[in-house]
């Protein structure tokens, strides 16, 4: 046999179902909060680093659109007629390189002003002058400051001179610590430069370099249109050298993790995402530059951080609500039942039930509480009520049995009587005597309500003799009950008062022409009494009808056979009982209609036991 599943929470009382439950709810809460905050912050780092990233390729997009204007107005620049026929070595006279000075001064100077209010960048050109032929020049560069510079020895050469000039043409930028030996010119000239050579379009060779300064004030305009919480920016070379960032004073050569290495890709953008920074690095091997955003964790998840101390608080609000909620619901709901169940199972039917607790609220633990208490009282008004109602029974029966010796005693005297008469020779009055003790013996039947058929026509039967000698006149019976009904059972006096009926309100003054015939026969599962006479005597069936249906009994109709009537539907339903009719020959027909009971007997209820 297949063993039932068992519930585990039948184990548990109610007390500890609900700690269970208070639990299953709150657990879930710290769990799926830890669980959200870890994948909060991996979430918020990944959707940073794409916003990080937009941002970047277009931050990057406006950088390099700067410099690619800065390499156009190079190229206008070196093709100006003026630069191209710049020649330290040519003769002339000094008026005239004076002049061809100030207007390559203007040029330059036109070239510098800024008409959209941006951060202005400089165009100065350095030439190699060996035989000082301007020597009237000034030699003193400034980053802010666009102009012609000459210088004719190795002293005054700058140091990035000679790498300008190997580059044959091509521009590149250039972090510019001095744009003249530091004897020649101030301290503070350290600036972001964009470096090109001008080659002679028509003769060949150099004529000098160009170099266009306060790149990295321009630069840091777009680099400051990016707000990144104490996060960094950097523009760099491609070998990692700090070209100018964000941060001041910020020079050298940044370190990167490895993963920022772009390897063989040559254009692109890449994110490397560490336990402390998130770096997000765009990069074009063709222009030797990588826009570098630099964004610490910390303060990237400081709002998350506070968010989550929010969380935490709502969480240990609602836990200390739960438990106070708990708490509330114990000593409202638990303890009131608590006290019932101990009420319960120490209460005895019968014994005293306390007073009802008293609760101000109206709800269903109360409306429970005093339901039980008072069922518990009519409980033992009930027990109190059935031990009297069994006392009364006791003394009923034992009335009963008190009352049962008078017929015992006034049947045997009776028998006495008759013996007596018949052997004093009155034959008659002993045959009513012995008749009248029939009756006395049959009524009183043992105490049974029941009896069979045949000794119900045997009461009847002795009734029917003290009639015929009771009176002058004389009439028929006429008996055709078959034998096989006489063991069903009928309730007994149920023939003499219907015979009585018959002789009185019937064939009586009749004489020798008044019959009476009783008959049975078998239906079924029942069988039927028919008790017949040929009376002239007019009959109110319609009164009788009611008398036997209605539930409201008229007592001026007599209650012979209404008691009949009850009798029979009591023991065996209300499809059994009596029903009058006329006869088509004149006089009443009775018919009694009865379940068969031949091999059961018949309790008082009207159930049948075996």
Known sequence: MKNRFKNPLGRMNIKQQMILLFLVLVIPLFALNAYGNSMAGQILKRHVTNAYIELNKQNFKLINRDIETVNKVTSTVIQNSQIQQLD???????????????????????????????????????????????FFAPYYPDRRKAGVYFFSDEKEKPAWFDEAVAMKGNGYLKRIANLSPPVQGRQDQETLSYVRAVNNIYRGGTIGVLVVTNLDARIGESLSTVSIPDGELYFMDWNDNILTSSVQGMAGKLELPPEADPGHS????????????????????????????????????????????????????????????????????????????????????????????????????????????????????????????????????????????????????????????????????????????????????????????????????????????????????????????????????????????????????????????????????????????????????????????NEVQDPSSGYGIRNIQERIRLHFGNCYGLEYEPREEGGTRVTITIPRTEVATITTTGQEVS
């Open 88 to 134: 330290p070595f040519a003769e002339g006279t000094v008026f005239a390189r004076v002049k061809n000075y100030e207007q390559l001064e203007k040029m330059l100077l036109s070239f510098s002003q800024e008409t959209d209010e941006r951060e202005p960048v400089y165009y100065s050109l350095y030439v190699y002058d060996p035989d000082n032929s301007y």
């Open 266 to 549: 040559t254009i692109g953008v890449m994110d490397v995402i560490t336990s402390d920074f998130i770096y997000v690095i765009d990069y074009n091997y063709v222009l030797q530059q990588k826009l570098v955003y630099k964004v610490p964790v910390k303060t990237l998840l400081a709002q998350q951080s506070e968010m989550k101390r929010v969380i935490q608080v709502i969480s240990i609000a609602y836990f200390a609500v739960g438990l106070i909620i708990v708490f509330y619901f114990w000593q409202s709901l638990m303890t009131p039942l608590q006290k019932l169940a101990h009420f319960v199972r120490r209460y005895e039917p019968g014994n005293v039930v306390p007073e009802t607790p008293y609760r101000r609220r109206k709800d269903e633990v109360s409306v429970l509480i005093s339901t039980i208490y008072d069922m518990a009282r009519r409980l033992n008004d009930l027990i109190h009520y059935k031990y009297r109602m069994d006392l009364k029974q006791k003394e009923a029966q034992l009335q009963l049995l008190y009352q049962q010796i008078n017929p015992h005693l006034l049947y045997n005297t009776l028998e006495s009587i008759y013996w007596k008469s018949t052997m004093e020779g009155n034959t008659e009055s002993a045959e009513m005597i012995k008749d009248l003790s029939k009756l006395m013996k049959i009524s009183l039947s043992r105490g049974r309500d029941l009896i069979t058929l045949g000794e119900e026509l045997e009461h009847a039967g002795a009734y029917i003799n003290l009639q015929l000698n009771r009176y002058d006149y004389q009439f028929t019976v006429r008996w055709e009950v078959p034998e096989s009904l006489l063991v069903n059972h009928v309730p007994k006096i149920t023939l003499q008062p219907l015979l009585e009926n018959a002789i009185i309100h019937g064939i009586k003054n009749m004489g020798e022409d008044g019959i009476i015939r009783i008959s049975g026969h078998l239906e079924d599962k029942c069988f039927r009494i028919v008790i017949e006479d040929n009376g002239f005597r007019p009959v109110n069936y319609e009164s009788i009808h009611r008398l036997l249906h």
